[in-house]
């Protein structure tokens, strides 16, 4: 049966999407990331987290301003098709689909069943003590159980999945705001704060930043990755009530939430520890000095809750990515993954593509990245950041066509957020480049061999979007007289 999705989630829904997605497990850690890349310099830390987030933000009220105008099927894959064209929308939603979705998708998983094991560990249970909570096959077979759950449950009962996200992201919360308040005042009363925004730290070894490396631009990058995901949140505009005045507010709300708790997170772990610590040991020792030992061990848990909220997020992006394709006409056979079961008023043909390509992602990553002896040679990289590349890349040409057509938009809407938002592009692509383009790796020790993993993942990507090419069904068209109009919007 070929029909739209319901109207199934609010403003809630979609404000949990955005601060859901984007704070995974990443903020618990990117404290000592960016200390280090600082040198332990407090105000140079905040100003990262500041300038990474209004590059968020900007990118984010472009996006609610297209939002205002299109709702159809896809966020981003709508915007692009009404600003650049339905072929370009049509590869933006092949490789959200075949790529940007799954990967992350199953790096999530995981995570989640990775800090799920460090917490059932540290509860000391008989038996498990001894067990590999990154590559072990305990934990490979609790990420594929984690995928296979999330799918049901986005699947099978679209609305849990709802809820579940709602529930996760003020699970995820908790931790985060305690550690901004309590740490804030801990750190004042007991002089930590006022110490660590005096004082930088002179790092040796491993620790050592890079010669010539720019602190600031370091930090800023390790924020650009913290803060990716808030572009999923537009995958549910068709299935949220009154979209075009919810999805911007979810948007903008969101990226401001989501900026606010980094910021405040970060200062509060300042306060509850010496920069040398937090640099040394993470953000954990922050932790345990202030609430004690046992909330140290269960902060493991939720980092799991965590992971597991960013996770289900992104299966919700990755159950719709096919789907988001087909209903345009497009991709592999288009009638086959726009039929909505009547039932659960979901694309089941589209779901299961969508978790299989979240296993065959997965596969890649532990071959790529755990397993004892390399499985991909060069083409090892890190599936989890090196999307960014492309993502914001495809963004620009969106932004650009939406200057040239929005004609009847404000100036702020049609002038000052795209232009702000096509400058937080280029720096996230260079960003990306930087952190993985021109710091070399040993990729086979046993071979001694180097690569460039930015070069061999453009060329995946490259592939990729040529089979997406060759098996479109959609080449000649295929759009309906609503689509023809939708396109028309802007001109």
Not at 247 to 263: E, H, R
Not at 329 to 338: A, C, K
Not at 472 to 489: F, L, R
């Amino acid at each position: 049966m070929n029909q739209g999705f319901e109207r199934r989630y609010g403003l809630l829904t979609a404000i949990c999407m955005v601060v859901g997605i984007v704070i995974g497990s990443g903020v618990f850690f990117k404290a000592q990331t960016i200390l280090q890349a600082t040198n332990g310099n407090m105000p140079l830390g905040i100003l990262a987290w500041i300038i990474g987030g209004v590059i968020m933000l900007v990118c984010s009220l472009a996006f609610a301003t297209m939002a205002t105008k299109y709702e159809k099927v896809n966020g981003i894959v709508d915007y692009a098709e009404a600003t650049v064209g339905h072929k370009y929308a049509y590869f933006i939603g092949w490789f959200m689909t075949t790529i940007y979705y799954p990967t992350l998708t199953s790096v999530l998983a995981w995570l989640s069943a990775r800090y799920t094991l460090v917490f059932i560990q540290s509860c000391n249970p008989v038996g498990l003590k001894d067990l590999d909570p990154v590559t072990g096959p305990e934990c490979m077979v609790l990420t594929l159980f984690f995928l296979c759950a999330a799918y049901f449950v986005n699947a099978i009962s679209p609305r849990l999945a709802g809820k579940f996200q709602v529930a996760t992201t003020f699970i995820k919360l908790i931790p985060l705001i305690l550690m901004a308040v309590v740490g804030i005042i801990y750190g004042i009363a007991s002089g930590q704060l006022t110490e660590n925004f005096s004082n930088t730290v002179q790092l040796t070894g491993d620790m050592a930043n890079p010669v010539n490396v720019n602190p600031l631009f370091g930090a800023v990058v390790a924020t650009a990755f913290a803060y990716e995901g808030w572009i999923i949140a537009t995958s549910i505009n068709s299935e949220l009530k009154d979209a075009k005045k919810n999805l911007p507010k979810a948007l903008t709300i969101g990226a401001i939430i989501v900026m606010a708790v980094y910021i405040f997170y970060y200062v509060g772990v300042a306060g509850g520890a010496s920069n040398k610590d937090l640099i040394y040991s993470g953000a954990t020792v922050a932790f345990i000095n202030i609430f004690g030992n046992v909330f140290g061990n269960v902060l493991n848990l939720f980092i799991a809750i965590s992971c597991m909220g960013t996770m289900n997020g992104l299966m919700l992006g990755c159950t719709r990515g096919l789907y988001s394709v087909a209903a345009r006409g497009r991709g592999p056979s288009p009638q086959v993954y726009r039929q909505v079961d009547p039932e659960t008023n979901m694309s089941n043909n589209s779901a299961i593509v969508g978790l299989m390509l979240c296993a065959c992602w997965f596969v890649f990553f532990y071959g790529a990245n755990l397993a004892p002896n390399n499985w991909f040679g060069v083409f090892s990289f890190d599936s989890s950041e090196l999307t960014i590349v492309t993502i914001y890349g495809m963004y620009i040409p969106i932004f650009i066509k939406f200057i040239q057509k929005a004609t009847d938009m404000s100036t702020v809407q049609r002038y000052v957020w795209p232009i702000l938002a096509i400058c937080g592009s280029v720096f996230m692509v260079i960003a990306a480049i930087y952190a993985h383009g021109y710091k070399p790796y040993v990729i086979a020790k046993a071979a001694g061999s180097f690569a460039i993993p930015i070069v061999f993942y453009l060329i995946v990507f490259a592939v990729i979007m040529a089979i997406g090419m060759f098996i479109d069904k959609g080449k000649g068209g295929g759009e309906t007289e609503e689509e023809k109009e939708d396109e028309k919007t802007l001109g």
